[in-house]
């Protein structure tokens, strides 16, 4: 059982314009979730993170959006660079149970 | 401060042996958690420590186990591996547990079984 969802396993976007990448997650007692960033033979990177209890979050280039109603958060990047090519992971977790679930990763190439 | 480190990094064991791999959070951190890495199915929780108590397991089999130290520092131990068990395997730490606690990953150690 999947419960947090990325649909698309790949993105290319052209550089100093947006990248949006995406996330669904099915428990609707999730209530935080986090952005990871992964290059190759690396661990991941934590990039950014937001609370149930908001609807946004920015860091600089970063913003994530978070939609309970729709139990959807997008990760925004602004403007894409070369080296923001990598694998993006979501990760959600809950207060009762407090590992994090991750979702399959969105490999996001940058071109130049 | 420095990150979360894993040794060793890479390493090659035969099936049927067992492997220990060890894992020093960032100071101050009291919380050490494992996650397996494989192509297939993305990044899997195996466990979390804190205070050297289990606190959460994942759905992985008992030849899975791990331990933390008084000092936070945590290992974990794969008995008879198996060709399935070929994967990334990655540290975490965070300062306490909790929700809002951001989860630091190490480089991982990179475990291939032959």
């Known amino acids: 059982d999947q419960q947090v969802k990325q649909n698309s396993p790949s993105l290319s976007v052209q550089e100093g314009r947006i990248s949006i990448l995406n996330c669904d997650y099915t428990n609707s007692m999730f209530d935080y979730f986090l952005w990871y960033k992964k290059y190759p033979a690396e661990g991941p990177t934590f990039l950014i993170s937001i609370s149930s209890i908001k609807d946004k979050n920015e860091d600089g280039r970063f913003t994530v959006f978070l939609n309970k109603s729709a139990k959807h958060l997008s990760l925004h990047i602004v403007p894409s660079q070369p080296g923001d090519s990598a694998v993006y992971f979501c990760?959600?977790?809950?207060?009762?149970?407090?590992?994090?679930?991750f979702g399959t990763g969105t490999r996001l190439t940058i071109i130049p | 401060k420095a990150g979360v480190t894993q040794t060793p990094r890479y390493l090659i064991k035969t099936r049927g042996q067992q492997v220990t791999l060890s894992c020093s959070p960032i100071s101050g951190h009291r919380s050490v958690s494992w996650y397996q890495q494989t192509p297939g199915q993305g990044l899997q929780f195996l466990f979390e420590y804190f205070s050297e108590t289990q606190r959460n397991k994942g759905n992985f089999p008992g030849r899975f186990s791990g331990r933390q130290f008084s000092n936070s520092r945590s290992e974990m131990n794969v008995s008879t591996l198996e060709l399935g068990d070929s994967a990334l395997y990655l540290c975490?730490?965070?300062?306490?547990?909790?929700?809002?606690?951001?989860?630091?990953f190490g480089e991982g150690s990179w475990l291939t079984v032959v």
């Open positions: 975490a730490s965070r300062e306490q547990l909790g929700s809002g606690n951001t989860i630091y």
């Open positions: 990760a959600a977790s809950n207060f009762g149970n407090e590992k994090l679930t």
